[in-house]
């Protein structure tokens, strides 16, 4: 292979790689979504003596999140004895509801975060004791977990 053809292929490889960059950055979120992340981590304790966490990770910037809002469905007749944060950038921006109203061994969560600007990718997932179940989508959709759990 000669110099030139050589020198022909790198350059190629080089442009190839440099408008894939170019459109990642122009893309909305796009480019920020690959350079920043953020985690979310509430625990919910509860009457019955269940601990529930969820958990948000979110291909943006805290900066960009304007609110991430847990919904925990629980058994009827139980109640929330104390939420743990883990803190973090999301520290101020985590909302707990919670709503006694699922059958016995029933716990159901519905995440939605809130981004000021672009659409970013979500993960949701919900631990009960040893059964864990994620669900994937995006900023401003409601992501649900149900999940089975007798103590």
């Not at 020198?7 to 350079?35: D, H, N, Q, Y």
């Not at 958990?55 to 939420?83: D, F, M, Q, W």
Request: with cysteine; hydrophobic share 45%; proline share 3%.
């Amino acid at each position: 292979m000669s110099a030139r053809t050589q020198f022909k292929r790198i350059s190629t490889v080089a442009l190839v790689l440099l408008l894939a960059f170019v459109v990642l950055a122009a893309m909305p979120g796009g480019a920020e979504a690959a350079l920043d992340s953020c985690e979310g981590d509430p625990i919910v304790f509860l009457s019955n003596g269940v601990r529930v966490q969820m958990k948000v990770s979110i291909a943006t910037s805290a900066a960009n999140v304007e609110r991430v809002v847990y919904t925990l469905h629980a058994p009827a007749g139980t109640t929330v004895t104390k939420i743990v944060y883990a803190g973090g950038p999301l520290k101020n921006k985590e909302q707990v509801e919670f709503r006694a109203d699922t059958r016995p061994g029933v716990y159901s969560t519905d995440t939605v975060v809130y981004a000021k600007a672009g659409r970013a990718s979500v993960t949701a997932t919900t631990s009960v004791g040893n059964v864990s179940q994620s669900v994937s989508g995006y900023t401003g959709q409601h992501l649900r977990v149900t999940l089975h759990w007798a103590k």
